[in-house]
Every structure is written in structure tokens, then in C-alpha cells.
């Protein structure tokens, strides 16, 4: 025990200067960080004995939040494909999902039911769940990298630049084609994304090195040019202005299994980037000094994280539009309820992500009467903005998790 307390010797003033930003066991590091120099060596044990208690406890929380919220995903994908225009009853659902997927053989059921629940229901359904643990994990990785509590997928301009994309194609008149069996405007959305992320890059890198502070600036600049652009669009094409702006507030109506198969593959490569990372994310927290003298190579981990977390975002919003809130709202409530550890914590809001983004969708299928839809986007942002200033009021002290 005396060789644990030597190792820790010289990270506890670290951790006791950083514990907000610290993951798990850095609360208790900070209060005890004095007893840990001032006490005799004999008293040591006790105290990492208090610590690895509350890192099992917050373990077994994950555990039980993890648990809890999968099983609440999975009821809410069955509970959402019985909610629309047509009334299937859920053993109808079951049936229908048996056979298509080739494991029963029902002739009494109805031919429409498997067309509306697996190719119009359930493709819409796993599309927002996609989307929403996309744009919540991204959300988390841009607060850890910018170590800022309001960034968000927007922050850096990747967002605006799919919109961007997006809005150009349909002014140049390739909104209604298609390229390799897909429409043309998830292509465009993805590539003004990945250019503006480019252009963000180039403009933050001050002599050879990427500092956070100039990469906020630059998607700031980036950002501001590209809507700029995007009004000018609007203005020298009054007939595309409605579908512009329709497809800016971000809706999944007519989407299907194409565009999951589209958008999976990056949301699938920036998870897998992000998740190597998550441990160097928990040090970059800590301040670029301090995670280099923890080993951290500073810049090629804050750029690696930085392409997974701006492909999550492009993928997100090259198939369903701009959506605000899911990426700055989720992992606050997260960090709420575990603490600042990324690897949970990126899980975790993962999984609330994917289900607030499935209901908000649901909401804006059956709000207004007649078979119209809101805009997804536009749900997310009303239920979002009153959360959220509810959230800065009732944390002790106004601070930001």
C-alpha cells in the first residue's frame, strides 16, 4: 500500500486542483489530499479503502443506469412503432416483424402491416435513435475536448456546413436526384460538413499546432461565413426557400433504410474513434499541460477526436437535418447523475440521446392534426431551451456541470 500511496504522491495536488474536471474518485482525492501528506504512512490504507468503495459504488450506478436505460430504449422502439396514422396492435407489430423477418408464416395477416411497420415505422425509428446517440455523443466529446459545458456539435461549424451543402444542392437543382440509389442531398449535406471541418482545421492550426481557443474562433468564423451564405442562397432563390428552411429545422418525414445504411457506416467509424480515445478525453480535461505531462500527445488526440466527433455530426445531419439541444441537454443529465467520466459517460448518453430524439420524434409526428408533421428540429428546441435554463437555475451556485 505504501508503493499505491508514493504512485499517488505526486498526482493528488493535480487531481485536488481539477476535481470538477477529474473523473471518478477525484472528489474524494481532493478532500483527502492534505490527510494523504500530513498523516502517517499506517493511515494510507484507510483512505484508498474510501476511494475504491466510491469508485465501486459509481460503478455499480453505470451498471444500473446502463441497465435501465437500454431496457427503456428497447420499450420505447416497440411502443413507438404502435404510434401513427394507422392503429397496428402490438400483436399485430409482433407478427408482422416474425414475418418479414422469415420466422413465421401468417396468411391471415394483413399485406400492409409489414410494409408500414418495418419499412416505414421501424427504418424512421432506428434513423432518430441513431441520430440522437450521434449527436449526444458528439456533444460530450466537444465539451471534453473545448473543455467548455456549451459546446455542442454546433460549436465548430459542422452543422452549419451540412446545412450549407444541403441548401446549395437544392438551389443548384439536385434536391430531387439521386446518386448510387440515394437522394442527392444527404451526399451534399455530408460533404459541406466534412469541407467546413477541413476549413476549421486549416484555420486553427497556428504553427503547427492545434490550441482550442483558435479552434472555437475558427468555428466561429467558419460558421458565421457559411450562414452568410446560406442567407444569400435564400435570397437569390425565393422557390427553394421553403425547402431550405424546412430541411435546416431538421425533420426525419421520408426517410428510410437507405439513409441509415448511409449514415451508419461514419456514425460507426466516429464511435469507434471516440471510444479509443475516451481515456486521453478524461486527461485532456485536465488542461493541455497536465495531459502532457500524463503522456497525452496533445494535438494528434485532440485532432483524432475532433474528425470522430465532427463525422458523427455530419452523418447526423446530412439525413435528418439540423437538430439543436440532443448534443449540449443529454450529457449535462449524465453528468448530473454519474459524474465527468467519458467512457460512462459517452455510453450513457448514447442511449438517452437515441430515446430523447425517438419520443421528440414521435411528438412531432402527432402534435398537429390532419397528418401534417412539425419539424423535429423545432420539438427538440421547445422542449430543449426551458430544460435547459431550468437546468442553469437549480444547479447550487448557477454552475454548469
Not at 438517452?352 to 412539425?374: F, T
Request: glycine letters at 10%.
Amino acid at each position: 500500500m505504501s508503493c499505491y500511496c508514493s504512485y499517488l504522491s505526486p498526482i493528488i495536488p493535480l487531481l485536488a486542483n481539477n476535481g470538477d474536471k477529474f473523473p471518478m474518485g477525484a472528489s474524494i482525492l481532493k478532500d483527502r489530499s492534505i490527510a494523504i501528506r500530513e498523516r502517517p504512512e499506517g493511515t494510507c490504507g484507510l483512505i484508498m479503502a474510501q476511494i475504491q468503495k466510491q469508485v465501486a459504488l459509481t460503478c455499480k450506478r453505470f451498471a444500473l443506469l446502463m441497465a435501465l436505460l437500454s431496457a427503456s430504449l428497447a420499450l420505447s422502439a416497440f411502443f413507438a412503432g404502435l404510434i401513427g396514422r394507422v392503429e397496428i396492435p402490438p400483436s399485430e407489430v409482433v407478427r408482422s416483424i416474425l414475418t418479414e423477418l422469415g420466422l413465421m408464416k401468417d396468411p391471415s395477416l394483413n399485406d400492409a402491416w409489414p410494409v408500414v411497420v418495418l419499412h416505414i415505422r421501424l427504418s424512421r425509428i432506428c434513423l432518430s435513435m441513431f441520430v440522437g446517440m450521434a449527436l449526444a455523443v458528439a456533444g460530450a466529446t466537444f465539451q471534453g475536448i473545448f473543455r467548455n459545458p456549451l459546446a455542442d456539435p454546433f460549436t465548430i461549424g459542422v452543422s452549419t456546413g451540412a446545412a450549407f451543402g444541403a441548401s446549395l444542392a437544392l438551389f443548384l437543382g439536385f434536391g430531387h436526384h439521386a446518386l448510387f440509389g440515394l437522394g442527392f442531398l444527404p451526399l451534399a449535406s455530408l460533404a459541406g460538413a466534412l469541407l467546413a471541418l477541413s476549413a476549421v482545421v486549416a484555420l486553427g492550426r497556428i504553427n503547427g499546432r492545434l490550441r482550442r481557443e483558435t479552434m472555437v474562433l475558427a468555428g466561429i468564423v467558419v460558421a458565421t461565413s457559411l450562414s452568410a451564405l446560406i442567407s444569400l442562397i435564400k435570397s437569390l432563390d425565393e422557390e427553394s426557400v421553403s425547402s431550405i428552411v424546412f430541411w435546416v429545422m431538421g425533420s426525419f418525414q421520408g426517410r428510410g433504410w437507405s439513409h441509415v445504411g448511409f449514415a451508419l457506416p461514419y456514425m460507426t467509424a466516429g464511435w469507434i474513434l471516440i471510444g479509443i480515445h475516451a481515456r486521453e478525453l478524461d486527461l485532456l480535461s485536465l488542461g493541455d499541460i497536465q495531459a502532457k505531462q500524463l503522456g497525452v500527445d496533445v494535438d494528434r488526440v485532440r485532432l483524432r477526436l475532433l474528425i470522430g466527433a465532427s463525422l458523427l455530426t455530419a452523418a447526423a445531419v446530412s439525413v435528418s437535418g439540423v437538430i439543436g439541444f440532443v448534443g449540449l441537454v443529454v450529457p449535462h443529465l449524465i453528468r448530473l447523475t454519474l459524474g465527468a467520466e467519458h467512457r460512462p459517460l459517452l455510453i450513457l448518453s448514447a442511449l438517452l440521446g437515441g430515446m430523447a430524439l425517438l419520443w421528440s420524434d414521435v411528438a412531432a409526428r402527432i402534435l398537429l392534426p390532419g397528418g401534417e408533421e412539425l419539424p423535429v428540429g423545432v420539438v427538440t428546441a421547445l422542449l430543449g431551451g426551458p430544460f435547459f435554463c431550468l437546468l442553469l437555475r437549480t444547479r447550487k451556485g448557477g454552475e454548469i456541470p
